[in-house]
């Protein structure tokens, strides 16, 4: 079993900053594409990040040059630095993790940008 673990949201004023971390534990080994995902009320979850094994990242057009993703092997972490923060950013966050069989799903952290 793995179990992805989100932490950092909260709320914060526009133009503010905010980190997003998930820990992956239990019977981890590898990962593949780890990623960001968020999901706003009455709407579809979209992806927001995602960096692959070998470091390359894509970002949603929403948060290029804002938002910066990283991942830490070694810890089973991917990271979110969020920047310049804008009402619309406002959703529930998710990270994602492509294991070798699975693939896994975080709780979900509230991130609230307020004009």
């Known amino acids: 079993q793995v179990h992805l673990v989100e932490s950092g949201g909260g709320l914060v004023q526009a133009g503010g900053s905010l980190r997003l971390s998930c820990a992956a534990s239990g019977s981890v080994f590898r990962f593949g594409v780890m990623a960001w995902y968020r999901q706003g009320p009455g709407s579809k979850r979209e992806l927001v990040a995602r960096?692959?094994?070998?470091?390359?990242?894509t970002y949603s057009a929403s948060v290029e040059g804002r938002f910066t993703i990283s991942r830490d092997d070694a810890k089973h972490t991917v990271s979110l630095q969020m920047n310049s923060l804008k009402p619309e950013d406002t959703s529930v966050y998710y990270c994602?993790?492509?294991?070798?069989?699975?693939?896994?799903w975080g709780q979900g952290t509230q991130v609230t940008v307020s004009s």
């Open positions: 994602f993790m492509d294991g070798d069989s699975d693939d896994y």
């Open positions: 960096v692959s094994r070998d470091g390359r990242t």
